[in-house]
């Protein structure tokens, strides 16, 4: 074979190597711009032009970024993982995006305690909806010790008691009108009232009943109605 032969067939060899190779395309992966089959470089990025950061803790006062931004709080403090800058340019205007307290006992006062078993007032918040569940007794039911009993604190003379005192419910879980609502008995029957003072109010509950409050007798089965509310408040800093 002749020296052109041999190089008409080189050049050929080359020429199908060169066609067989993709042709040359950008990629951009987050801030990752490559091309295919070759290098890449990672681009930098303006401070803030993410809308999603995290860090531990809440970050009102403490994180600066634009409206729109949400930071993820890593270790769900008081219960908030997701929050959202809802005003301003600075490190306040942070709001709960998505939180949940999970149930939370308070303290309660008149309330019943029958050997294992005590009666409770529980709490949650999820986002900016409040709920309260009672029960702790047989079958979830709620009670309260008979007038004039130990721990007893009465409200509006001989059908009203405390539940729960002034100031009871925790700040971050507070409404911002007072509120009411039924209870019942185990079948159904009307007992009477539960009261709710909002933030004009104390902050506190009491149940008025439609007959004298007994002070021979406890009263063991009381179910409430469903209390649920909305709050204005800024998220809980601590937990009950």
């Not at 987050?30 to 890449?40: A, D, E, H, R």
């Not at 305690?113 to 029960?135: D, H, M, W, Y």
């Not at 209870?183 to 009491?206: P, T």
Request: hydrophobic share 35%.
């Amino acid at each position: 074979m002749s020296n052109l032969e041999e190089f008409a067939q080189a050049v050929g060899r080359d020429v199908k190597v060169l066609n067989q190779r993709p042709e040359p395309r950008l990629t951009l992966t987050g801030n990752t711009l490559g091309i295919v089959g070759g290098n890449n470089v990672t681009l930098p990025l303006p401070e803030n032009v993410s809308h999603e950061i995290s860090g531990i803790g809440s970050p009102e006062g403490r994180i600066t970024a634009e409206v729109g931004t949400t930071y993820v709080d890593v270790n769900a403090t008081n219960g908030a993982l997701v929050w959202i800058k809802k005003q301003g340019n600075g490190s306040t205007g942070w709001q709960v995006f998505w939180g949940d307290t999970g149930w939370r006992n308070l303290a309660t006062v008149s309330t019943l305690n029958v050997g294992r078993k005590a009666s409770t007032v529980r709490i949650r918040r999820v986002n900016n909806l409040v709920s309260f569940a009672f029960g702790g007794l047989e079958r979830d039911r709620f009670g309260i010790i008979r007038r004039n009993g130990d721990g007893f604190i009465g409200q509006n003379e001989n059908k009203g008691v405390r539940i729960i005192m002034p100031k009871g419910i925790p700040e971050g879980f507070r409404s911002r009108n007072s509120l009411i609502g039924n209870i019942f008995n185990d079948v159904g029957l009307a007992y009477g009232i539960w009261y709710l003072g909002g933030r004009s109010d104390s902050n506190y509950m009491h149940f008025t009943f439609n007959e004298d409050i007994p002070v021979d007798k406890d009263i063991d089965d009381i179910r409430v109605s469903t209390i649920s509310y909305f709050t204005e408040e800024s998220w809980p800093a601590t937990l009950p």
